[in-house]
């Protein structure tokens, strides 16, 4: 999903004039250590920059996580029809959360290898406007 999400918004921010194309969207570090015999915690993973990229699948791992907790805190409204949400919803969630966990470690990340507070506080703000919108 966060390919496919990646690639849809960077077209839609290259024809809108906002961002330019590059090649690299999510750089991994690589290793720079001369030894062969040492291994190098910080290989692979995620860096995250200012890049408007990162809000989208940001504010998807929000919302998902703002939706489980809604579940299993009770704080559901209650169903009209009669039909409530299942199980098979929750794990959808968390299926989501799962396919998301590089931004999921990135929200508890520092310095490079975490996402930047401006991005979070955008993802927010949309998911609080997409919760808001959903919720009545």
């Known amino acids: 999903m966060s390919a496919w999400l990646f690639g849809v918004v960077g077209v839609i921010l290259k024809l809108l004039g906002i961002s ?3 090649f690299e969207v999510t750089r991994k570090d690589q290793s ?11 290989a692979g993973k995620f860096t ?14 929000l919302l998902q996580l703002t939706a489980l907790a809604t579940a299993l805190l009770g704080l559901q409204p209650p169903a009209r029809d009669g039909v409530g949400s299942g199980s098979l919803e929750t ?4 299926l989501l959360v ?11 990340g520092s310095g490079k290898y975490g996402i930047p507070l401006s991005t979070i506080f955008k993802s927010a703000g949309l998911v609080l406007f997409i919760y808001t919108l959903c919720r009545y």
């Open 20 to 22: 330019e194309t590059v």
């Open 32 to 42: 720079t250590s001369s030894d062969e015999g040492t291994e190098d915690t910080e």
């Open 98 to 108: 799962v396919c998301l966990w590089p931004f999921l470690k990135g929200l508890f």
């Open 91 to 94: 794990m959808c969630s968390v």
């Open 48 to 61: 995250f920059d200012q890049s408007p990229i990162f809000i989208p699948p940001t504010a998807v791992l």
